[in-house]
């Protein structure tokens, strides 16, 4: 049996009348940027999420970019990050001018530590960038506790965790802006690059909007040096379509994540700890194991798809050598980059390449 990383066939063979009839409806109006399909796919998810405000872009990253420069952050500031991220991340604080300032994951859950958070901030601090790793929402009550005490934005990366709960709240609706990527292979993905802002604050809302559309706030009057950063219409209509099946493949995403926690039993395999205020959405399914690179080849040769998130932290990344870190000056994040493997975790997989997987791994 081969078993894929990740397969759209599944979901596409479902929804794909739907997203062929939302293609013809955008084409048959000639109208591709800002226009109704962007309006409704920004009502539609902002409600999802539990604010008042979404803002359609280009990508994750320039949502990220885009909500770090609402809020003025630039050359001279800093900006907490965790140090076990993607590293569009990374790259958005540096984009803005910022500093980078990397604090350490939990072990167990791969989110920032909270506890570690304080001892990095200094006066030039001004955002914390909590990151929903994998699908699971970090310790936000700690989180915001600790911008309030020191008077710092907060914005969360939700590229990863489209619907995750945190108490009973969608990520996304506890900082001052979250980011989204819509990206294909995300829990909502596009069919193409796509990305989102969402805000309570309105004011916070028309600078994006501003900003991603070169600067401007009305056609050729240009109030910021903006970006070319915008949802395009078709994948809009696109997203639409996906969001309305959102809840019912994350739920099948948890479904596949029980069945590998109760047959995984490997005393090998390290598996994912979900904290029991969190509601994941397991965009990965990430498990640690100190022979990891055996590991893999072991599923790989039995046609299991693997993949690991990630093998190169970001301190280590030779575009990030400026940062003056080397290896064991964040040992959390390279114990996870040397033992992290990701599973196969996709909406419409089978009980039985479900249960393959499982036994693939109890054989190793």
Not at 22 to 27: I, P, S, Y
Not at 171 to 198: C, E, I, R, T, W
Not at 295 to 317: A, V
């Amino acid at each position: 049996m081969k078993v894929p990383f990740v397969s759209f066939l599944p979901m596409e063979k479902e929804i794909g009348e739907e997203i062929k009839l939302a293609f013809e409806r955008v084409f048959s109006r000639s109208w591709y940027i800002e226009g109704e399909e962007d309006k409704n796919f920004e009502k539609a998810f902002a409600e999802y999420i539990g604010v008042d405000h979404c803002i359609g872009v280009g990508n994750g990253l320039d949502a990220l970019m885009l909500a770090l420069k609402s809020l003025g952050i630039g050359k001279g500031d800093e900006v907490i990050v965790p140090s076990n991220t993607f590293i569009a991340t990374a790259l958005a604080v540096s984009y803005v001018g910022a500093t980078l300032v990397l604090v350490e994951p939990e072990i167990n859950t791969y989110n920032i530590d909270p506890s570690l958070i304080e001892e990095k901030i200094t006066d030039r601090t001004k955002a914390i960038i909590p990151v929903h790793l994998y699908g699971q929402a970090c310790d936000m009550d700690s989180i915001m506790d600790i911008a309030r005490k020191h008077n710092l934005r907060v914005i969360e990366d939700c590229a990863q965790a489209h619907g995750a709960l945190y108490k009973g709240k969608r990520v996304g609706s506890f900082g001052d802006l979250a980011a989204f990527s819509f990206y294909p292979g995300k829990n909502l993905g596009a069919l193409g690059d796509a990305g989102a802002v969402v805000t309570r604050d309105a004011g916070l809302a028309e600078i994006v909007r501003a900003l991603g559309n070169y600067g401007s706030d009305y056609k050729y009057h240009h109030i910021y040096k903006g970006n070319n950063s915008r949802l395009d219409e078709l994948q809009a209509a696109f997203l639409s379509v996906k969001l309305k099946y959102l809840e019912r493949m994350n739920e099948e995403r948890r479904r596949i994540a029980d069945c590998y926690t109760k047959g995984i039993k490997n005393s090998k395999i390290v598996l994912p700890v979900v904290k029991s205020e969190c509601l994941p959405v397991w965009h990965i399914y990430a498990v640690r194991c100190d022979e990891r690179d055996a590991l893999e080849m072991h599923l790989n040769q039995k046609g299991i798809g693997t993949n690991k998130h990630y093998p190169i932290p970001i301190h280590l990344q030779q575009c990030y050598k400026d940062l003056g870190l080397s290896e064991n000056d964040l040992p959390i994040a390279e114990k996870i980059s040397e033992t992290e493997l990701s599973l196969p975790m996709f909406y419409g997989m089978s009980d039985d390449e479900i249960k393959y997987v499982i036994d693939a791994i109890n054989e190793f």
